[in-house]
């Protein structure tokens, strides 16, 4: 047998045994969560439509994304992306928690992002129930924009700038310590 018969020969036998034993080949997969997930490791999760996701003690090796009416609750995830979510009913990020790329939750419902490191931004926008930043330590900005449900900005350590405006009612908090500047509704935090 050629050596380029017997390479060829091992690379079937080999995705063959992958096949059967249910893993595939190492492509970036996307897994969606509905339900609980614990302990695990993923490529890319997603949070589909109206579903209900919980996450305890899981690592996400890309972005984490919760979409339409759907409802998050992390703790102590390690996600080496974003989470991003859009039109959300709810999210949850708390107890210890990393987040490699930034936190983007927009027009949607309720989010508290609670002691998580968080290496990009934390952004909420144009959302319409209660927000929630606690006790984080932030990389880049930390920014509300247009909310309507009520902010809450205490305790957080900002090593960008912390951005308030066009949030009806103002954002409320305290002891946050920014290196950056604190402007416009959050001057006072």
């Known amino acids: 047998m050629h050596r380029a018969e ?3 020969g091992t690379a079937i036998v080999a995705l ?5 034993s249910g893993m595939h ?3 970036a997969e996307e897994t969606a969560c509905v339900g609980m997930l614990v302990g695990v490791t993923v490529d ?13 003690a899981i690592r996400v090796k890309g972005t984490l994304k919760v979409e ?15 989470v ?26 309720a989010a508290t992002v609670h002691r998580v490191r968080v290496t990009g931004d934390i952004q909420f926008e144009s959302n319409s129930g209660p927000l929630r930043a606690h006790e984080n330590r932030v990389g880049g ?12 900005i205490a305790g957080n350590v900002i090593d960008g700038k912390l951005q308030c405006k066009e949030n009806v009612p103002a954002p409320k908090g305290s002891n946050n310590l920014v290196k950056g500047s604190k402007e416009d509704q959050c001057r006072q935090l």
Do not use: H, M, W
């Open 44 to 56: 890319n999760l997603r949070v589909p439509s109206g579903k209900i996701c919980t996450l305890d």
């Open 141 to 152: 900005n930390l920014q509300a924009i247009r909310n309507r449900g009520g902010v809450r």
């Open 25 to 27: 080949p190492a492509f």
């Open 84 to 109: 991003q979510a859009e039109n959300a009913k709810q999210v949850s990020v708390t107890s210890d928690s990393t987040v490699g790329g930034s936190i983007q939750i927009k027009q949607g419902g």
């Open 6 to 8: 017997l390479i060829r």
């Open 16 to 20: 063959a045994l992958l096949a059967a």
């Open 68 to 82: 339409r009416d759907a409802t998050l609750y992390a703790r102590q995830v390690n996600v080496v992306g974003n």
